[in-house]
């Protein structure tokens, strides 16, 4: 699978849909979202269509990476409120060091 409906490896990308983007942010298990901060979310489609990223995974991806490098997150899918302060931060990071 090339990670887009249009099955056209070459060409425009017709998939960068409101739904195409849903599903991206969706979790294929259990179908619930992974509930991405609005303004990763913008940030992630705003790369993937510049740069003509096609893989579902993709925009996901991108968020994580936002929000690890951010401390929004912790790059596994879990997202933190932009107004965390760096004490909670540490506290999660430390917590989740000693896993």
């Not at 099955?7 to 294929?28: I, K, L, Y």
């Not at 705003?46 to 994580?64: K, L, Q, T």
């Not at 409120?81 to 430390?94: F, I, K, M, Y």
Request: proline share 5%.
């Amino acid at each position: 699978m090339n990670g887009h409906r249009d099955g056209d490896d070459h060409g425009p990308v017709s998939s960068w849909t409101r739904e195409w983007f849903d599903e991206a942010f969706t979790n294929p298990v259990t179908r619930e979202s992974y509930g991405v901060p609005d303004d990763i979310r913008v940030a992630s489609e705003r790369i993937v269509s510049a740069y003509g990223i096609r893989g579902i995974c993709d925009p996901m991806w991108i968020a994580n990476v936002i929000a690890r490098e951010t401390g929004r997150g912790d790059g596994e899918h879990t997202f933190y409120p932009a107004h965390r302060t760096l004490a909670q931060r540490l506290a999660d990071a430390q917590r989740k060091a000693t896993l």
